[in-house]
């Protein structure tokens, strides 16, 4: 069997909740592979995620451990790199902090020997998360800003993106809401650059954005950031995102009289979490049921929450080498730095003999930006003219139009109306499944393209996208406007041509507009 034959059919049985197969085929192909490092060091790690993915934190240790001897002495030392950078997680999840640092201090200086420019940044910011654990973000954003340093070197879309987002958490606790907030601008568009964890990301920056209102006092403006972050992390349904949204509506609700409702949610999420080992959350979930209880005059149970968040937090701070942090560590990094970059000009005369594939990759990535509208990153009307009419196949076409977009513009200004267009995009975006696309046909004008073709499912899909735009909060943008659009929909049969199908949608949209506007309409064919 091949190893992706066998780790396909592992992931497969792991999609049907069978983990004893998933488990019984990792093991079958590190037995298989015992004497090839790389091969079996694979297995392992992946063996490791499933134990972990199961509360099994001490047996996913072991596995990596298993496999980082296993490469220690083997040629491969990439991969070296990645077990290592996976096993210095898994400790400090463990709040085994010092075996955390000691292993992300070694990878760092293997990543910087071998010019690894990714793995030495994640280096820094697992010592950066180290020192947010003692509260020391002072000392945590000197490595961000170090890792700054390298950002333009940096392979991994998403590492930049999680630089990013670490230095605004680390921003926040500062109370450096300005610096927090221009930051997030950037992590937005990175956000919904990456193509599978878009909707993720852009929930982690719904919270960090909810934080900074609540910390201004816009309370119903951070408890509406809040809903919007649920509903992004709904498809990848990530835990200790929907905890953090849960731990922020109970700080929220303290603060506007409704204590009672943050008590039974904190309590619930705690509840939740008791199988965990989440000590940083526990901490911060026994202090934010320590702020509802006072404000429910309950000063005895609020006593006794901040006690047990004190507990726990004098416990991590025993685990941190605290002494060896800081200062010492970011010296040492600074001394690897040189050879990083000696590695660094060597790769990149090694890149310039390969000049003639990077021009084409230019040309290719030029080639993507002249699909993308940059108002809203979503694909323009080239990319459906050019690109997607050659799409074979049914599917439905929906075609959005904002009502009285206009008096937007008028009222408010065009800048208003930009940022109303970037709304409505991200809106869009986020009601449709993968599969689906996105297009900006100008204007105020959307296309949807959907997989979907049973007209009655098109027509409650059209219509959920519908209302989740008339119920959107546009206040933040337009005080005492709302915004609504109308929606004309048609479905292609194998045979159609294009322009045909679009034709339809568009009459149809026409008819909800001289029906008075925010509604649906399906063009049916004629013969239909
Ligand atoms: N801010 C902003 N406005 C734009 C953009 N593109 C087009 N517009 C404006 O969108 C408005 C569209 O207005 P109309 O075509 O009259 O339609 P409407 O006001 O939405 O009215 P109905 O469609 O009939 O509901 C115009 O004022 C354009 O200037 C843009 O990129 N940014």
Not at 169 to 181: G, H, P, V
Request: proline share 1%; with cysteine; net charge negative.
């Amino acid at each position: 069997m091949t190893v992706m034959n066998v780790l396909n059919q592992a992931s497969q049985a792991l999609v049907e909740g069978d983990k004893a197969r998933a488990i019984a085929l990792c093991q079958q192909y590190i037995d298989e592979n015992t004497n090839d490092a790389k091969k079996s060091s694979l297995g392992l790690r992946i063996l490791s995620d499933i134990y972990f993915g199961s509360g099994k934190i001490e047996t996913a240790i072991h596995l990596l451990e298993a496999a980082q001897a296993k490469l220690i002495h083997s040629a491969d030392q990439g991969e070296l790199l990645v077990v290592q950078n996976s096993l210095a997680q898994r400790y400090a999840d463990d709040i085994r902090f010092e075996d955390a640092m000691n292993t992300w201090l070694a990878m760092a200086a293997e990543a910087a020997n071998m010019g690894d420019i990714d793995h030495f940044i994640e280096g820094l910011i697992g010592i950066a998360q180290l020192l947010e654990v003692v509260s020391d973000h002072q000392r945590a954003l000197q490595f961000y800003n170090k890792a700054r340093d390298h950002y333009e070197g940096i392979q991994s879309s998403q590492l930049k993106l999680r630089i990013n987002l670490c230095e605004v958490s680390c921003l926040i606790a500062l109370t450096l809401y300005e610096d927090a907030r221009q930051l997030l601008a950037d992590c937005e568009t990175q956000a919904l650059l990456d193509g599978e964890f878009a909707d993720a990301y852009m929930a982690e920056l719904f919270v960090y954005h909810s934080q900074i209102c609540r910390a201004m006092g816009q309370i119903d403006g951070a408890i509406n950031l809040l809903e919007k972050a649920r509903v992004s992390s709904e498809r990848h349904k990530l835990k200790w995102i929907s905890n953090k949204i849960s731990l922020e509506l109970g700080l929220c609700y303290s603060l506007i009289a409704r204590a009672d409702d943050a008590i039974l949610l904190l309590k619930q999420t705690l509840t939740d979490i008791a199988d965990l080992s989440l000590p940083m959350l526990r901490s911060e979930l026994y202090e934010a049921l320590s702020h509802a209880y006072d404000a429910n005059g309950e000063y005895l149970q609020a006593l006794a929450c901040e006690e047990q968040a004190h507990a726990i937090a004098i416990e991590l701070l025993s685990k941190v080498p605290v002494s060896e942090l800081g200062l010492h560590c970011l010296r040492r990094f600074k001394r690897w730095e040189p050879k990083l970059d000696f590695e660094k000009t060597r790769l990149e005369n090694a890149a310039l003999k390969n000049q003639a594939l990077s021009q084409q990759e230019v040309v290719s990535k030029l080639e993507k930006d002249v699909y993308i509208d940059p108002l809203t990153r979503l694909y323009n009307r080239r990319w459906l003219d050019v690109t997607f009419s050659t799409r074979k196949g049914p599917y439905a076409i929906l075609v959005a139009d904002a009502d009285h977009f206009k008096s937007v513009n008028d009222e408010f200004s065009h800048q208003v109306g930009d940022v109303v267009l970037q709304e409505l995009a991200f809106i869009l975006q986020q009601s449709v499944r993968s599969g689906d696309f996105v297009a900006r046909y100008g204007g105020e004008e959307f296309v949807i393209l959907l997989v979907e073709t049973q007209a009655d499912k098109v027509v409650r899909t059209a219509d959920r996208i519908r209302n989740q735009v008339e119920q959107h909060h546009w206040q933040d943008i337009m005080p005492g406007r709302q915004m609504t659009i109308s929606i004309g929909m048609a479905i292609k049969t194998e045979q159609e041509a294009v322009d045909s199908v679009f034709e339809r949608a568009d009459k149809a949209l026409y008819q909800s507009k001289h029906n008075g506007r925010n509604r649906v309409t399906f063009g049916k064919k004629k013969e239909d």
